[in-house]
């Protein structure tokens, strides 16, 4: 059983980029035709069976992570074992994974990095590391936290601002409605924003995705403000990578910095997050999916946010919004969510263990499990129809690494 309600969005390219799409991916996909490998004749000695992976502790960088062994910690590393042999032999429910990492009791004690060649999506920032993955949708709850920051330093008023009243140029609107002037900041945190929006139906590369019409247009924001209310405000939940762009664009317009810059003043740089990336759409990145980190960037994310938005005793983002974050703002149709923010419960051994996470397109997760004092990354390759059906994140969860990390 998967994840419910997974968000993924499309990073909004024009009908060009989807053909440029269509090839990159049959370029060194590999795989079988069908034929199976021939047998050895009788003066061949078989292909000697792969061994599993044995586990080995991270190494120490200068990037402020404590690393430590799992074995010299009295952790049984068999079960982890396990996971890595079914992700390294392509098993079903283990596929297209890029990389697996956990910190437990704030030290990096796994790390493994799988991906050996650069996907699709490195193209669109031109990034050429390998260690640097796209994390999609998780841009979204990083923008969350500085729309914290914001609030902190009074830049923004308060979640209970009229959303709209940031965009007074843009008045008046088309569509315009009493429950379209209603629509608050928290609101659009929570996705309870009113508007007619739904990226969910349409593939993300289809020219009738509403995200990618959005982000084709000559002026994106008019695109969104414009878009007719079909509920009230607060009353439903409709997942929209666009109201994340405009939330990020609420912090470009209220502190004279480009959304990108404000990020690395006041999230990157104070965590020592040297290596990222970003793709750029009108000379600024997109706050609903454009950021791209390693592995241990975004532990450093999950890890601040377990500590209360403190990273090394600096307060980072303000302890009040983290637990405002993390706080159950909607429950409905199997998802729950918070300020831009997953919350479930996973269930290992008969114990109960709650989760909240950031969730990008492709399969990239941190993951936050507090009873455990824990927090893991995974990151995925899994763009192509049919993919994400064949990696079942919540097996990998509940059967081997929260087994992991309890023993």
Not at 79 to 101: A, Y
Not at 105 to 124: A, H, K, M, S, V
Not at 237 to 257: D, E, K, M, P, V
Not at 322 to 345: F, P
Request: hydrophobic fraction near 40%.
């Amino acid at each position: 059983m998967n994840l419910p309600a997974i968000p993924f969005i499309k990073l909004g390219f024009a009908k060009s980029m989807l053909t440029l799409l269509l090839a990159a991916s049959l370029v060194g996909c590999g795989g079988s035709s069908g034929d199976s490998a021939p047998a050895p004749s009788p003066t061949q000695s078989p292909e000697p069976t792969p061994q599993a992976p044995q586990y080995s502790m991270p190494a120490a960088k200068a990037d402020d992570w404590q690393v430590a062994s799992a074995v010299e910690l009295g952790m049984d590393v068999t079960v982890l074992e396990q996971l890595m042999e079914n992700i390294n032999n392509n098993s079903f429910g283990f596929r297209n994974m890029d990389g697996v990492l956990i910190v437990k009791n704030n030290q990096l004690i796994f790390e493994r990095q799988l991906r050996n060649q650069l996907d699709i999506t490195d193209g669109w920032a031109d990034n050429q590391n390998l260690d640097i993955h796209a994390v999609h949708s998780v841009t979204k709850s990083i923008m969350s936290a500085a729309i914290g920051i914001a609030i902190e330093r009074g830049e923004i008023g308060s979640v209970d601002d009229l959303a709209l009243s940031y965009f007074s140029d843009y008045l008046p609107l088309a569509n315009d409605s009493q429950s379209k002037q209603q629509m608050t900041i928290e609101n659009w945190l929570t996705m309870q924003h009113g508007l007619q929006w739904n990226e969910w139906d349409v593939n993300y590369l289809d020219d009738a995705n509403q995200n990618g019409q959005m982000i084709d247009a000559a002026d994106p924001m008019r695109f969104l403000l414009d878009l007719p209310s079909v509920a009230q405000p607060a009353t439903d939940y409709a997942y929209s990578t666009g109201i994340s762009f405009a939330l990020g664009r609420i912090i470009s317009r209220t502190s004279g910095q480009r959304f990108y810059d404000y990020v690395q003043q006041h999230l990157l740089t104070p965590m020592n997050i040297q290596q990222h990336d970003a793709w750029f759409m009108r000379n600024d990145v997109h706050a609903g999916s454009a950021l791209y980190l390693t592995m241990r960037g975004m532990a450093k994310f999950g890890q601040m946010y377990l500590d209360g938005g403190q990273w090394l005793g600096q307060q980072i983002v303000p302890a009040n919004w983290v637990a405002l974050s993390i706080e159950e703002h909607v429950s409905q149709d199997n998802i729950r969510y918070g300020y831009q923010w997953w919350l479930n419960t996973f269930t290992s051994d008969g114990v109960d263990y709650e989760a909240f996470y950031a969730n990008g397109w492709g399969g990239q997760f941190i993951l936050v499990i507090p009873q455990l004092n824990s927090v893991v990354v995974l990151t995925g390759r899994r763009y192509q129809d049919g993919q994400s059906e064949q990696t079942s994140v919540r097996m990998m969860l509940e059967d081997y690494i929260i087994p992991f990390l309890v023993n």
